[in-house]
């Protein structure tokens, strides 16, 4: 009887969770559709709004910048973090406590602080050599950085849980290296490789901090965009902006998580 009113009590506290989680969101989506200029009374339901958005040159150049800089980024870290994450494998009976705190330092330091550091390196590389004006570049100089620890240690535990004798096959079968890394190490580690790659694309398209700090005039991301408009007030254009932008993270994540199980499988 107490393990039955236990479990009632904790399904009944993950609900009020999920709903004070999603709740905030789904006003967000209901109030895109409405006719009226209100974000407090909804009247109609209309999709003036969302063609209002596209029609909109601001925001069409944001969208394209946060699509460019999520895929440009998410691939640049894939590589990087994916070598490091099979490196750390390798030698992962060595004492490499220091290389782990440097992984995971990206990950837990505020991004206010990352991105304020970054935009101070940015700007004085710029003055000494005249190179790295702020801009999309820095911005995925700055994402890539951030994404690598997150793509590293995906393929790491991905290579942890595989059969350390599996390697040992593949020399034993005279495969090359190159054919080691070909047939072997990218099939086998496949399902987490995508599972690295939406998860980075997620971080990126969600993106603001780290952004606004090294972005340039040109180079505004919806994220931004959105903090610039909302200065004027929140209005239903903003929602449905909010609402294609929480449909894609939300689809990225389902995708990373699909991956990443099917990997475990």
């Not at 399904?11 to 407090?40: D, K, Q």
């Not at 535990?157 to 072997?184: C, I, M, N, Q, W």
């Not at 496949?190 to 599972?195: E, G, H, Q």
Request: with cysteine; hydrophobic share 55%; glycine share 6%.
């Amino acid at each position: 009887m107490k393990k039955q009113t236990l479990a009632r009590s904790l399904a009944g506290i993950w609900w009020v969770t999920l709903i004070f989680l999603y709740a905030p969101l789904l006003v967000i989506v209901l109030f895109s559709f409405n006719s009226a200029n209100s974000t407090a009374v909804f009247e109609n339901f209309s999709l003036a709004w969302y063609r209002r958005l596209f029609g909109n040159e601001q925001i069409i150049s944001a969208f394209g910048n946060s699509l460019v800089l999520a895929v440009s980024s998410s691939v640049v870290a894939l590589v990087v973090g994916c070598l490091i994450g099979y490196g750390m494998y390798r030698h992962r009976h060595r004492k490499l406590g220091w290389l782990i705190v440097l992984i995971y330092l990206p990950i837990v330091l505020p991004d206010i602080v990352f991105g304020i550091s970054e935009m101070a390196f940015f700007v004085q590389i710029h003055e000494w050599t005249g190179l790295l004006q702020p801009g999309l570049g820095t911005m995925i100089i700055a994402h890539v950085t951030f994404q690598i620890p997150f793509v590293a240690l995906i393929v790491y535990s991905r290579f942890v849980g595989l059969d350390p004798t599996l390697f040992e096959a593949a020399k034993d079968l005279y495969a090359s290296p190159v054919k080691r890394v070909v047939h072997f190490m990218v099939p086998t580690i496949k399902p987490a490789l995508i599972s690295a790659f939406f998860l980075s694309f997620t971080l990126s398209i969600d993106d603001f901090v780290i952004s606004f700090f090294t972005a340039g005039p040109e180079s505004a991301t919806l994220p931004i965009y959105i903090w610039s408009a909302i200065k004027k007030g929140v209005t239903p254009e903003i929602n449905a902006i909010a609402t294609l932008m929480i449909g894609a993270v939300a689809m990225a994540a389902i995708l990373s998580m699909l991956f990443n199980r099917q990997g475990r499988r």
